[in-house]
């Protein structure tokens, strides 16, 4: 364990040191939230490479794992992450959605069978998404440049460093069999990289360049994540 | 007895109007959303993907509430005061082509989501409001669709849709915005052209 805490130490530090690096790049960016522009858009090339490799992997699993079957596996590794959103919503000052997500896991991880049945929502007990980049946010950090990472895709420096503190969280990374953990953060990204596909098909369809429209709805919707989508009056016209 | 009828009448017709007014622009989306969604439910071929029939079905249903000059203004920014009519037109016609397809798009995605109704965020006299809608899914958290509409001659019009805190039509402003400083007006009417024929449907 304490080795796996050092590694993880060492990985902290490695990307600390890549993005202060990047402060001397010189750039051609047109847009002042995205000044590592030309970095970000190499990284974007090379997810698109591997995703020649994952996304059919990805449309394999969608197409062979019946409805139930993926469904048990995204809330066997939603229940997980429910204990991140709880932590993350207590640190937000928000007791009573901390509260009811220590509830969720509760329930779901025994009614539930291992959190494989999400019955936790169908008691009430309404699901949230939250992460440390959205508690840093809450108090007050801002977003800093943005960046596009290789495999974990779009961030802030905000977000960044808020995933490397949920990873070092993260109890998956935790689990002492190392091929069982392989395997369960295998399954967990293909899951995810599947549940997005049918927004593949939306941006293919909506965007002009899709680094340029992956990029201003990550920032948009992370804007709106950190409000939890309140208080934003500038939706209606007076504020276009 | 007659007079007693036409006051329970007339109170039965000013309570529903009342109640109508009270949020107008909420009944709307709820109608719209909910013909869509039954024809939906029971089109196979929609589910499969079959985008083309999807277009007709939000042709006939959802464009007539749509207002997509100003849809277009607004992701055009302050250069749409530059365009001349001719251009405004041509513009819209295409960014209206585009979102309409980016839409029926959405809707093959459909299984078996269901649609929250939340309360409209306006004020009585307002000639704007936000519709706050939520789409429901086993297993995920809620993800917040909202309607900016406002109220025209012809009834309430979609101006916006927000998905998850990204409205569909800013997030084009930055594009658009590089696009004119580069090509001019005329080179953003070419490049929605040219996207629009190269995503014809039954193409790819």
Known sequence: MKIQLAKRVCTVAFAAVVMGGLAGCATTANNPKDPYEGFNRAMFTVNEGLDVVIKPIAQGYDAAAPLPVKAGIGNFFGNIWDVLTAVNNLLQGK????????????????????????????????????????????????????????????????????????????????VSDVPLRNSLVGVRFIDLRASLLPTDKIVEQAAFDKYNYIRDAYLQNRQSEIRDGKGDDCKLSRCY | MRLLFSLVLGLLVSCGSALAQEDAPGAMIKKVTEDVLTIVRQDKDIQNGNTAKAIALVDAKVLPYFNFQRMTALAVGKDWSKATPEQKKKLSEEFKTLLVRTYSNALTGYRDQTVRYKPTRMQAADDEALVRTEIVQPGSKPIPLEYAVEKTESGWKVFDVIVAGVSLVSNYRDTFNQEVRANGVDGLIQMLANKNKQMEPGKK
């Open chain 1, 95 to 174: 007791g009573q959605q901390g509260m009811s997500d220590i509830g969720r896991v509760l329930i779901n991880s025994t009614i539930g069978i291992g959190g494989v049945f999400d019955i936790a929502s169908e008691m009430g007990l309404e699901k949230h998404t939250e992460d440390f980049g959205q508690t840093l946010g809450v108090w007050g950090v801002g977003d800093g440049p943005y960046f596009y990472w290789p495999l974990i895709g779009p961030r802030t420096t905000r977000d960044t460093f808020g995933w490397m503190v949920d990873s070092a969280m993260d109890p998956v990374w935790y």
